[in-house]
C-alpha cells in the first residue's frame, strides 16, 4: 500500500491545495493531508478550523484523511508510515526551499523522501497569504478556496476587519 503525505499549515485551505490534493491522491492508496501547527507563523484559523475546511474541501475523495500535528513533519511522517511526502511548487523559489526541507528532513530521518508536483498554471499565483490579503478588504476569493468554504472563509476575514 502506497501511503503520501501532504503538510502545511493550510491557513486558509486554496484551491491549490485541493488540486495537489487530489492529484496526489490519484498516485496512492492513501493520502493524509496534515495540518500543521507552527508557533512561529502568525495563524488566522485555529487548528480545529484549518481541519474543518480541509475535510470540506476534499470529502469527496475516500482515500484522503485530514489529520493535525504540532511535532515535526518527519515525526508525522514515521507515524503515517509514509512512503514520501508531497508538496506543491509554484515557482522556482519554492522548488529550492523544498530541496532544502527535503535535505533538511532526512538528516533526521534518512527514509524521507518528497515528491514534488508542480501547480496547475491558473492556480499558481494563489497563496494562503494572497487569499488573506484579497479577503480582508472585502475582495472576491471564490476563485481562490474551494466553493465549500468560501463563505466561512470570508466571514473570519470579515470578523478580522472588525
Do not use: Q, W
Not at 523559489?93 to 527514509?111: G, I, K, Q, V
Amino acid at each position: 500500500m502506497t501511503t503520501l503525505l501532504f503538510p502545511g499549515s493550510f491557513d486558509p485551505f486554496t484551491r491549490g491545495h485541493r488540486d495537489i490534493a487530489r492529484r496526489a491522491a490519484r498516485i496512492c492508496d492513501k493520502l493524509y493531508v496534515a495540518i500543521m501547527n507552527n508557533d512561529s507563523k502568525k495563524l488566522l484559523f485555529t487548528s480545529e478550523e484549518r481541519v474543518d475546511m480541509a475535510r470540506k474541501s476534499l470529502s469527496e475523495y475516500p482515500n484522503i484523511e485530514v489529520i493535525s500535528s504540532d511535532g515535526l513533519t518527519v515525526d508525522v511522517f514515521r507515524e503515517t508510515k509514509a512512503n514520501a511526502v508531497v508538496r506543491g511548487i509554484r515557482s522556482e523559489s519554492d522548488f529550492r526551499y523544498e530541496a532544502e526541507m527535503a535535505l533538511a528532513n532526512r538528516l533526521l530521518y534518512p527514509e524521507y523522501d518528497v515528491v514534488l508536483l508542480p501547480c496547475r498554471d491558473d492556480l499558481s499565483l494563489i497563496s494562503s497569504s494572497i487569499v488573506k490579503e484579497v479577503g480582508s478588504y472585502g475582495g472576491d476569493i471564490s476563485k481562490m478556496v474551494p466553493a465549500p468554504i468560501v463563505d466561512y472563509v470570508n466571514e473570519k476575514l470579515k470578523k478580522g476587519r472588525n
